[in-house]
């Protein structure tokens, strides 16, 4: 079972708002975690967007519009991307991360198309 | 402004060696970890390792140790991925990325170096 899933894909309308998770694996807890989450465009490298760890400890990249924010669902063991106000230029994959056992991990990535 | 700029795409033969650089400016050179992260084309990212040029302490992948050789050149401000042996399956997309501290995130991230190992 790998530490972190996703889902491969999630559509949405524009203006609408859009949940991307971040599952754990059983037996590793969300609330010990840090979530990092990072945006690619078609063609882009990856780029930063933001870390969750509480409502207290959380950072927005710099430059990133306060429409996307990070939060956690403890009952499905998950962080969450939220986008509000869904715009065409959000169409991307979305990565989340998370430090474990002093490595680097990646989830599996989520296409978000916007439609 | 923060910037890690790569060096060009390569096109090798397996069993070829290669190194790609990583040149990073704009910041403390030395006092950054830089990471490097694989994407094959089409498929998500993996971590590979991580170098500490103030010291040059590398934290390698387990997947990745063995396989490629971190390393970095404080004086010119350069970090390098290295393969004494490619294979078909090291065909992928490599980016360097800076990590404002030992378990925080990567920001900001190279280009990208496109590696192509074909016969």
């Known amino acids: 079972q790998a530490v972190l899933t996703q889902p491969s894909s999630l559509s949405a309308s524009p203006g609408a708002s859009a949940s991307l998770t971040c599952t754990l694996r059983s037996g590793i807890s969300v609330g010990t975690y840090t979530i990092f989450w990072y945006q690619q465009k078609a063609g882009s490298p990856p780029q930063f967007l933001l870390t969750?760890?509480?409502?207290?400890?959380?950072?927005?990249g710099p430059g990133v519009p306060s429409r996307f924010s990070g939060s956690k669902d403890a009952s499905a063991n998950a962080g969450i991307l939220l986008i509000s106000g869904l715009q065409s230029e959000d169409e991307a994959d979305y990565y989340c991360?998370?430090?474990?056992?002093?490595?680097?991990?990646f989830g599996g990535g989520t296409k978000l198309t916007v439609l | 402004e923060v910037q890690m700029v790569q060096s060009g795409p390569e096109v090798k033969k397996p069993g070829e060696s290669l190194k790609i650089s990583c040149k990073g400016s704009g910041y403390a050179f030395g006092t950054y970890w830089i990471g490097w992260v694989r994407q094959v084309p089409g498929k998500g990212l993996e971590w590979m390792g991580m170098i500490y040029p103030g010291d040059s302490e590398v934290r390698y992948s387990p997947s990745f140790e063995g396989q490629v050789t971190i390393s970095a050149v404080r004086s010119i401000t350069t970090a390098y991925l290295q393969w004494n042996s490619l294979k078909a399956s090291d065909t992928a997309i490599y980016y360097c990325?800076?990590?404002?501290?030992?378990?925080?995130?990567?920001?900001?991230w190279g280009q990208g170096t496109l590696v192509t190992v074909s016969s």
């Open positions: 990325a800076r990590l404002p501290g030992g378990t925080d995130w990567f920001d900001p």
């Open positions: 991360m998370i430090w474990h056992n002093n490595a680097v991990v």
């Open positions: 969750y760890t509480s409502d207290s400890y959380k950072r927005q």
